[in-house]
């Protein structure tokens, strides 16, 4: 299963747009936000990206946890993130979990 899955993502990422370095991977990053209308600091992390499809999958080093204070929620992002992306929306995400602060 795991294996499918891997082969899956991997035909995927056939024709993508692939950004290396910190500033290549913010810039790409900012503008694929900008363009689906999400907001800024939603994908913080190293990206490549199917046009075509919407395909999209970020990587990093070490698993990270981000505090959205205007939402008080806490998202945790694993080393590798996948989803499938399009104006509005994410569908088919994998790697993240949302955790609700109660005060």
Same mark, same amino acid.
């Given at each position: 299963? *795991? ?65 959205? *204070? ?34």
């Amino acid at each position: 299963m *795991a294996s499918d899955l891997r082969k899956s993502f991997e035909e995927e990422r056939a024709g993508a747009i692939i950004a290396y370095g910190a500033e290549d991977c913010n810039r790409h990053i900012a503008e694929l936000l900008h363009d689906l209308r999400f907001p800024k600091g939603v994908l913080p992390l190293k990206f490549g990206y199917v046009h075509e499809t919407g395909f999209a999958w970020m990587k990093q080093k070490a698993p990270y946890e981000h505090y959205f *204070a205007s939402i008080k929620m806490v998202v945790s992002y694993a080393t590798e993130v996948t989803a499938y992306v399009e104006k509005g929306k994410m569908k088919k995400i994998s790697g993240v979990k949302g955790k609700q602060i109660l005060l």
